[in-house]
């Protein structure tokens, strides 16, 4: 017999293993490369392509993240919602959860497995960017002139990536 709780159960559980990236961004999606600059239109799904991707990653390489969000709005109610759909609930640390109106709890994701992904947006200062060594940064959108290089500066020691 079909159990629709245990059906949607798994479906939550598995959104990532189920998403399909959209021809135009599967370059993007398989890309390894350690700088990826993506231009595209308004609409094509790149915040939801990239939230897919670090969410993998986080996953399947345990490391330190940023995913930068244009301002607190966006990063909450955009950025953050999308890693949530993609992060399996199983996999969040203790303590560790998102609100629709507050976004994750203290601005930052803990997985089991020991990743962290902080949350920022570019209307921070260039100082407040500064400091951890981070195996990857996700920039949603083109930052100030003086947060690309901050960023820029975070990756280099791990030899990490940056979006």
């Given amino acids: 017999m079909f159990d629709l709780a245990r059906a949607r159960a798994t479906l939550i559980e598995n959104r990532l293993a189920l ?13 390894t490369h350690p700088r990826l600059f993506l ?15 670090l969410a993998g990653l986080m996953l399947d390489h ?5 995913a930068v969000g244009v301002n607190y709005i966006q ?13 399996p609930p199983s996999e969040l640390s203790t303590g560790c ?9 203290h601005q930052l994701i803990r997985l089991r497995n020991g990743s962290c992904c902080q949350l920022q947006t570019s209307e921070q ?15 949603d959108e083109a930052p100030p002139s003086e947060i690309l290089p901050e960023s820029t500066a ?4 791990r030899h990490g990536w940056l979006w």
Avoid: C
């Avoid at 998403?19 to 890309?31: C, D, G, Y």
């Avoid at 200062?125 to 920039?139: E, F, K, M, S, T």
């Fill in 97 to 105: 959860y998102y609100s629709p109106e507050h976004g994750w709890s």
């Fill in 19 to 31: 998403f399909k990236p959209s021809p135009a961004l599967t370059e993007f999606m398989a890309s």
């Fill in 39 to 53: 231009r595209a239109a308004n609409r094509t799904g790149k915040t939801k392509h990239a939230a897919a991707k």
């Fill in 62 to 66: 345990p490391g330190a993240y940023r």
């Fill in 125 to 139: 200062l260039a100082i407040a960017h500064a400091g951890d060594d981070l195996d990857g940064v996700w920039l």
């Fill in 75 to 87: 990063t909450t109610r955009v950025v953050g919602k999308y890693l949530q759909e993609f992060i």
């Fill in 154 to 157: 975070r990756v280099m020691s």
